[in-house]
C-alpha cells in the first residue's frame, strides 16, 4: 500500500487560513489502510480544525467526504454537483489523489493534508515498513526476495558497506541492514551462489530518473 | 596495463607497501595540505586523499591531489558514489588521470546523515564495485559505461577498501573476491585492533587465492586517547575496538596515553607483516600526520625504496 502520515495540525490551519468554507476529501483505499486518510480521520481533522478555528473567533464551515478513490475520475466526479459551494478542497488521500482532485477542479485550490511517503506493508497494527521505490526493474530474483535499492540506505546491488553492524544499518540502529537480510534468505534458500555474482550498473531509466512514468495497455483502452 | 603507481611497483618488486592519508581542509587553502604533505615525505610511498569523509564538505580530494602531486607525491585519489552519478564519476576519472593521478581508491562513502548536510539528496547511482568495473572497462576496453570509445585512456592503480569488522561477517571475503573479478588491484583495510578477527578474515581471504589476486595493505590508526578509542569504539560506524584495549590505554596516565597508543600501533604493524598475504601498510593518523614517521620508523618500515 502507499504509506502516508498527517500533516501536523498547525500546518494544516496555516494552510487554511484565508478560507473560511473547504470540503475535506478522504480516501477509501491505501490511506485508510495506514489510518491516514480515512473516513474516520475525515471525521478527526475536521472536528480538530472546527475546534481551533472556533477558538480563534475564526469560525470554518468544513464538508466531510470520504471517495472510494481519490485515483479514478469516476469517483472524484461525486463531489463536482457542490464542489463550487467551497473555496479549497483539503485533500488528505496519497500525493496522487491530491493531484488527481485538483486536475479535475482546476479553479479550485486543492491543499495537502498529508505527506505521502512509500509503498509498504503492516509490520504489525500500527507500524509501517518501506518495501518498494517502484524503480521499474525488479531484481528481487537475485537477493533472496528482499530488495536492495527500498531497504538499503544506500541501494547498494553488490552487497553490504562497511557500516553493516550486529544486522543493523550504520544509518540508524533501529534499521535493519537490508543486505544481512539478503545474506540470510539467500542462505536459508541455498542460493549463496548469487552472491558471488556481481549486479551490474543498474538502467535507471525505468525508474524516475527517466521522467515522469506512464503506462499504456493498448489491448485494455476504450 | 601498466600504471605509473607507486603501489604497483613496490608491489611487483615484492617489498611492503606503506601509504598514509591526508584529509583535506574545510577550506581553500592550499597550505594545508603542504604542511601535511611536508609530515610525509619520505615516510610512504603514497598518499591517500579523502572525499568528503564522514559526509563534512571539505576541499575536493582531485584538488587536494594535484597540491601533493605538485611537492612530488603518488597520490591516491579516493571517490565515494554518495554524492556523483556516472557521467561525474566518468569525467572526474578522465580529470584525474589527465592531472597525471595514479591511483583511485573506489568506495562506497559514508551515509550523509553523519555529515554537516545531512539533509542532501544522496546519489548512489553506482555501488564501490562497479565504480571499479567501471574504471576498468575505461582503462582496459578505453570505453565509456555507455559504449562509446574514449580518446586518451585514463591509465590508473585501481584500489578498494574493505572493513573485515562489519557484518555479515562471512561474506566479507566473498565481498573482495567481488571487487577482484571486478578488477581491484589493490586494497586498504579498515583500522585493525582486533587482530584474531583479522587473522580469520584473511584465511578466508587466502582461502580464495584472493592475497594473491590484490595487493592487501592492512589499515591501522593510532589512538591518542582513551576517549578518542571509547568514540571509536562506540560512535564510528564498522569499528571494532575490542575492551583490551581500552584497558591499556585506560591503564596508563593520561599524560602517557597518546605514547601508549602509538606502542599499540607498531605493536600491531609488527604482528601485520608477519602475516600471509599482507603486502603493505596503510597507517591513518587522523589530523595526527605529525605521527606517522615515528611510527613508520619504530615498526621498521624505514626507508622506503627508492623508486626509478
Same mark, same amino acid.
Given at each position: 500500500?502507499?504509506?502516508?502520515?498527517?500533516? &501536523?495540525?498547525?500546518?494544516?490551519? /496555516?494552510?487554511?487560513?484565508?478560507?473560511?468554507?473547504?470540503?475535506?476529501? #478522504? *480516501?477509501? %483505499? @491505501? =490511506?485508510?489502510?495506514?489510518?491516514?486518510?480515512?473516513?474516520?480521520?475525515?471525521?478527526?481533522?475536521?472536528?480538530?480544525?472546527?475546534?481551533?478555528?472556533?477558538?480563534?473567533?475564526?469560525?470554518?464551515?468544513?464538508?466531510?467526504?470520504?471517495?472510494?478513490?481519490?485515483?479514478?475520475?469516476?469517483?472524484?466526479?461525486?463531489?463536482?454537483?457542490?464542489?463550487?459551494?467551497?473555496?479549497?478542497?483539503?485533500?488528505?488521500?496519497?500525493?496522487?489523489?491530491?493531484?488527481?482532485?485538483?486536475?479535475?477542479?482546476?479553479?479550485?485550490?486543492?491543499?495537502?493534508?498529508?505527506? &505521502?511517503?512509500?509503498?509498504?506493508? /503492516?509490520?504489525?497494527?500500527?507500524?509501517?515498513?518501506?518495501?518498494?521505490? #517502484? *524503480?521499474? %526493474? @525488479? =531484481?528481487?530474483?537475485?537477493?533472496?526476495?528482499?530488495?536492495?535499492?527500498?531497504?538499503?540506505?544506500?541501494?547498494?546491488?553488490?552487497?553490504?558497506?562497511?557500516?553493516?553492524?550486529?544486522?543493523?544499518?550504520?544509518?540508524?540502529?533501529?534499521?535493519?541492514?537490508?543486505?544481512?537480510?539478503?545474506?540470510?534468505?539467500?542462505?536459508?534458500?541455498?542460493?549463496?551462489?548469487?552472491?558471488?555474482?556481481?549486479?551490474?550498473?543498474?538502467?535507471?531509466?525505468?525508474?524516475?530518473?527517466?521522467?515522469?512514468?506512464?503506462?499504456?495497455?493498448?489491448?485494455?483502452?476504450? | 596495463?601498466?600504471?605509473?603507481?607507486?603501489?604497483?611497483?613496490?608491489?611487483?618488486?615484492?617489498?611492503?607497501?606503506?601509504?598514509?592519508?591526508?584529509?583535506?581542509?574545510?577550506?581553500?587553502?592550499?597550505?594545508?595540505?603542504?604542511?601535511?604533505?611536508?609530515?610525509?615525505?619520505?615516510?610512504?610511498?603514497?598518499?591517500?586523499?579523502?572525499?568528503?569523509?564522514?559526509?563534512?564538505?571539505?576541499?575536493?580530494?582531485?584538488?587536494?591531489?594535484?597540491?601533493?602531486?605538485?611537492?612530488?607525491?603518488?597520490?591516491?585519489?579516493?571517490?565515494?558514489?554518495?554524492?556523483?552519478?556516472?557521467?561525474?564519476?566518468?569525467?572526474?576519472?578522465?580529470?584525474?588521470?589527465?592531472?597525471?593521478?595514479?591511483?583511485?581508491?573506489?568506495?562506497?562513502?559514508?551515509?550523509?546523515?553523519?555529515?554537516?548536510?545531512?539533509?542532501?539528496?544522496?546519489?548512489?547511482?553506482?555501488?564501490?564495485?562497479?565504480?571499479?568495473?567501471?574504471?576498468?572497462?575505461?582503462?582496459?576496453?578505453?570505453?565509456?559505461?555507455?559504449?562509446?570509445?574514449?580518446?586518451?585512456?585514463?591509465?590508473?592503480?585501481?584500489?578498494?577498501?574493505?572493513?573485515?569488522?562489519?557484518?555479515?561477517?562471512?561474506?566479507?571475503?566473498?565481498?573482495?573476491?567481488?571487487?577482484?573479478?571486478?578488477?581491484?588491484?589493490?586494497?586498504?583495510?579498515?583500522?585493525?585492533?582486533?587482530?584474531?578477527?583479522?587473522?580469520?578474515?584473511?584465511?578466508?581471504?587466502?582461502?580464495?587465492?584472493?592475497?594473491?589476486?590484490?595487493?592487501?595493505?592492512?589499515?591501522?590508526?593510532?589512538?591518542?586517547?582513551?576517549?578518542?578509542?571509547?568514540?571509536?569504539?562506540?560512535?564510528?560506524?564498522?569499528?571494532?575496538?575490542?575492551?583490551?584495549?581500552?584497558?591499556?590505554?585506560?591503564?596508563?596516565?593520561?599524560?602517557?596515553?597518546?605514547?601508549?597508543?602509538?606502542?599499540?600501533?607498531?605493536?600491531?604493524?609488527?604482528?601485520?607483516?608477519?602475516?600471509?598475504?599482507?603486502?603493505?601498510?596503510?597507517?591513518?593518523?587522523?589530523?595526527?600526520?605529525?605521527?606517522?614517521?615515528?611510527?613508520?620508523?619504530?615498526?621498521?618500515?624505514?626507508?622506503?625504496?627508492?623508486?626509478?
Amino acid at each position: 500500500m502507499i504509506v502516508a502520515n498527517r500533516k &501536523t495540525l498547525e500546518e494544516i490551519l /496555516t494552510m487554511l487560513k484565508p478560507y473560511k468554507k473547504i470540503l475535506l476529501l #478522504g *480516501c477509501n %483505499e @491505501c =490511506v485508510t489502510v495506514c489510518a491516514t486518510g480515512g473516513e474516520r480521520e475525515v471525521g478527526v481533522l475536521a472536528s480538530e480544525i472546527k475546534l481551533s478555528r472556533a477558538k480563534e473567533g475564526q469560525e470554518i464551515e468544513v464538508r466531510e467526504q470520504t471517495l472510494e478513490r481519490q485515483c479514478d475520475h469516476e469517483y472524484i466526479d461525486q463531489v463536482r454537483p457542490f464542489v463550487g459551494d467551497y473555496e479549497a478542497i483539503l485533500s488528505i488521500a496519497c500525493g496522487a489523489g491530491i493531484q488527481y482532485v485538483a486536475e479535475k477542479y482546476r479553479n479550485k485550490v486543492v491543499l495537502p493534508g498529508v505527506n &505521502t511517503t512509500f509503498l509498504g506493508v /503492516t509490520l504489525e497494527q500500527g507500524v509501517w515498513s518501506e518495501r518498494c521505490q #517502484g *524503480c521499474g %526493474e @525488479c =531484481v528481487l530474483h537475485l537477493t533472496g526476495g528482499v530488495c536492495p535499492i527500498a531497504r538499503c540506505a544506500k541501494s547498494l546491488l553488490n552487497g553490504p558497506c562497511g557500516g553493516s553492524s550486529n544486522g543493523k544499518c550504520e544509518v540508524d540502529k533501529e534499521l535493519e541492514c537490508a543486505w544481512q537480510l539478503i545474506v540470510d534468505r539467500l542462505k536459508e534458500l541455498n542460493q549463496m551462489d548469487k552472491y558471488e555474482e556481481i549486479i551490474p550498473i543498474k538502467d535507471w531509466t525505468t525508474s524516475r530518473d527517466g521522467g515522469p512514468r506512464k503506462r499504456i495497455r493498448e489491448d485494455l483502452r476504450l | 596495463m601498466k600504471t605509473k603507481s607507486n603501489i604497483e611497483r613496490i608491489l611487483e618488486s615484492g617489498q611492503l607497501v606503506v601509504t598514509s592519508e591526508c584529509g583535506p581542509p574545510r577550506g581553500a587553502d592550499a597550505e594545508v595540505i603542504k604542511k601535511k604533505g611536508k609530515l610525509l615525505q619520505g615516510v610512504v610511498d603514497a598518499v591517500n586523499v579523502t572525499d568528503n569523509q564522514t559526509s563534512v564538505v571539505r576541499m575536493s580530494s582531485l584538488s587536494a591531489c594535484l597540491i601533493l602531486k605538485e611537492m612530488g607525491f603518488d597520490p591516491i585519489l579516493q571517490m565515494v558514489c554518495r554524492d556523483r552519478n556516472r557521467i561525474a564519476i566518468q569525467s572526474d576519472i578522465l580529470g584525474a588521470a589527465a592531472l597525471g593521478i595514479n591511483n583511485i581508491l573506489c568506495l562506497t562513502g559514508d551515509h550523509q546523515k553523519f555529515g554537516d548536510h545531512p539533509k542532501a539528496k544522496n546519489v548512489f547511482d553506482m555501488d564501490s564495485i562497479q565504480m571499479i568495473h567501471t574504471v576498468k572497462t575505461m582503462r582496459d576496453e578505453g570505453k565509456f559505461l555507455g559504449g562509446e570509445e574514449i580518446k586518451g585512456k585514463p591509465i590508473l592503480f585501481i584500489g578498494a577498501a574493505e572493513n573485515p569488522f562489519a557484518d555479515p561477517f562471512e561474506i566479507r571475503a566473498a565481498r573482495l573476491g567481488k571487487k577482484a573479478k571486478a578488477g581491484v588491484q589493490f586494497l586498504q583495510t579498515q583500522c585493525i585492533y582486533n587482530m584474531a578477527r583479522f587473522e580469520k578474515w584473511m584465511e578466508m581471504v587466502r582461502d580464495r587465492g584472493l592475497h594473491e589476486r590484490v595487493g592487501i595493505l592492512a589499515g591501522v590508526t593510532p589512538f591518542k586517547s582513551v576517549g578518542m578509542a571509547r568514540y571509536m569504539k562506540n560512535s564510528v560506524p564498522g569499528m571494532d575496538v575490542p575492551d583490551e584495549m581500552i584497558e591499556r590505554l585506560k591503564g596508563v596516565a593520561k599524560e602517557k596515553q597518546s605514547e601508549e597508543g602509538i606502542r599499540i600501533c607498531v605493536e600491531t604493524i609488527q604482528k601485520l607483516k608477519q602475516i600471509p598475504g599482507v603486502r603493505g601498510i596503510h597507517i591513518m593518523a587522523i589530523e595526527w600526520e605529525e605521527k606517522v614517521r615515528e611510527i613508520a620508523e619504530a615498526a621498521g618500515l624505514l626507508p622506503r625504496p627508492e623508486l626509478a
